[in-house]
């Protein structure tokens, strides 16, 4: 993968998303091991910038960078100069002065992580910009699919709620069209409006009309940070229309994967016994986290050498 950065999944091919889900295949198992470490980082050094508030995402960035033997250092809004007044460029140019090798930045502005990218010679990782998109999170997502699914060409993944706002749905929407599948949006239509059509997606505004024939549902959290006023009447409302409970997962197939990038807010989004079903693979897309992160790491900051598979180092 000939990249410095990963900004996002719109301008990404298929055979480099194959690739960086068929590397965190073979860092899985470096998880799995009494010592949880890899050589292939050695000496560098990998920073975490989250002007927003993350807990997986950031815990397995830093995991991930850990295991493959980075030095890292983490900040966070709260703790940083910013609350000074300092600006993202100057905070920026003063970790330049500290000689990092990557930088994994989450910002509530859409387009922080491109700004970086184009002013410094590291690596930029997005975890997140404003409702653009969290590459890494729709590729985790990616490789769980493609665990159960065997492959994602021709699958239909119903992505349900707030869609407009989730910078987690366009990188899955991107993402996932490119690897061949049918991407099927729900949600009221001030969260799921009609112009998404060109994102390449079909829109829905009911989820039983999209949760029969779903090989996977992707169920959203609601931005409440990023609403206006009356974009939303109430809580029970939205879980009465839009929340995936035992009732409406009855009528999806047997096998269909229930996924949902956190954090859960129960008995809004999904019930607790959905969320805790046999068919959920929540926590699996947390362990996929990891790996995903740990192969995006490696590819972009060109690592040594893993072989055939993690154990090779």
């Given at each position: ?15 480099e ?24 980082l ?12 993350s ?22 809004a709260s703790s ?6 300092e ?17 994994i ?19 930029v ?21 493609r665990?159960?699914?065997?492959t ?15 910078r ?47 090989d ?39 096998d ?35 790996a995903?992160r ?9 690592g040594?050498?893993?072989g ?6």
């Open positions: 993968m000939n990249r410095k950065d990963m900004l996002g999944l719109r301008d990404v091919s298929r055979e998303i194959t690739e960086i889900l068929n590397t965190a295949e073979r860092f899985r198992n470096v998880s799995e091991r009494q010592i949880k470490k890899v050589p292939t050695r000496g560098r050094t990998v920073v975490t910038f989250f002007m927003e508030n807990t997986r995402t950031r815990m397995s960035f830093d995991l991930a960078a850990k295991r493959l033997s980075a030095d890292t250092l983490g900040f966070s940083s100069s910013t609350k000074k007044g600006t993202l460029m100057d905070t920026a140019r003063n970790i330049d002065a500290m000689k990092p090798d990557a930088i930045i989450r910002h509530s502005a859409a387009g922080a992580p491109h700004m970086l990218a184009k002013a410094f010679p590291w690596s990782l997005n975890a997140g910009d404003g409702i653009n998109e969290h590459p890494s999170q729709a590729l985790l997502d990616m490789l769980t699919m665990d159960h699914l065997g994602l060409e021709g699958k239909t993944v119903a992505i349900v709620g707030d869609v407009y706002h989730s987690v749905a366009r990188s899955n929407i991107f993402g996932l069209t490119t690897m061949g599948a049918k991407v099927v949006v729900a949600g009221p239509g001030t969260m799921c409006p009609p112009s998404m059509t060109h994102l390449g997606v079909e829109v829905r505004h009911s989820i039983d009309e999209v949760v029969e024939d779903a996977v549902v992707m169920m959203l959290r609601i931005q409440r940070e990023r609403l206006q006023p009356g974009m939303m009447s109430t809580v029970n409302e939205y879980s009465r229309f839009y929340g995936l409970d035992l009732d409406r997962l009855n009528k999806a197939r047997p269909v994967l229930v996924m949902h990038p956190g954090p859960i807010n129960r008995g809004v989004e999904m019930s607790p016994a959905v969320a805790d079903g046999k068919q959920s693979v929540i926590l699996e897309q947390v362990t996929n986290g990891v995903v740990m192969a995006l790491l490696y590819l972009l900051l060109g040594e050498p893993i055939g598979d993690a154990n090779a180092v």
